[in-house]
Structures are given as C-alpha cells and as structure tokens.
C-alpha cells in the first residue's frame, strides 16, 4: 500500500506561482509513475502532469509550458511548481500512482487563483 499527502495549496493572484508537494510512504521502492490531477467544482478529474522514475515526464497541453512536475526519488516525494497560473487553474489537485492493479490518490489541496 501507499499513502499520499499534498501539501502547499493556497490562494495566489494571477500571475503568481505556487509550488505543491505530495510525499510518499508505504510501499513507494515499488512506485513507477507518479502523477498530478486536478478538479475543478462542477468539472471532471483531468490529468495534468507525470513523472515516471526514469525522469520521462507528460503534461496536459492547457499547463505545458507553465507547470513543471519533478521528483526526489531519495524523499519519495513528487513537486508541481505551477506558473503564470491562471484564474482556470483554480481547482482541488491531487497526488496519484498505481500500484500493481491498485490506484492511490492522495486527499487533495486546494489551489484558488484569485485576484
């Protein structure tokens, strides 16, 4: 098993940045692939960033360019540092991996992008 934490969620004008954490515990030596969702109210789960232990990283095309997911394999512990955010950035992210045939999210941090 595997669990999740997000932390640094907050509110931000836009422009700004922010940086998010999500650290892992449990049975992490066995994580390949981990990834950031976010949630909009009203809206559904949409993927936005991944890592996979060999560096090799995916994003969502409204974030390329301005979100930048990285990982410390040695703290289990995956970042998103999200810039130039936006008011439609505005949403609930989420941590996730997968495991064998076992899906793991973490419990979300509320990112409002506000003036």
């Known amino acids: 098993q595997v669990q999740l934490v997000e932390s640094g969620g907050g509110l931000v004008q836009p422009g700004g940045s922010l940086r998010l954490s999500c650290a892992a515990s449990?049975?992490?030596?066995?994580?390949?692939?981990m990834d950031w969702y976010r949630q909009a109210p009203g809206k559904q789960r949409e993927f936005i960033a991944s890592?996979?232990?060999?560096?090799?990283?995916n994003y969502a095309d409204s974030v390329k360019g301005r979100f930048i997911i990285s990982r410390d394999n040695a703290k289990n512990t995956v970042y998103l540092q999200m810039n130039s955010l936006k008011p439609e950035d505005t949403a609930v992210y989420y941590c996730?991996?997968?495991?064998?045939?076992?899906?793991?999210w973490g419990q979300g941090t509320q990112v409002t992008v506000s003036s």
């Open positions: 996730h991996t997968v495991l064998g045939a076992a899906q793991y």
């Open positions: 890592m996979a232990s060999s560096r090799l990283t």
């Open positions: 449990g049975s992490t030596s066995s994580i390949y692939v």
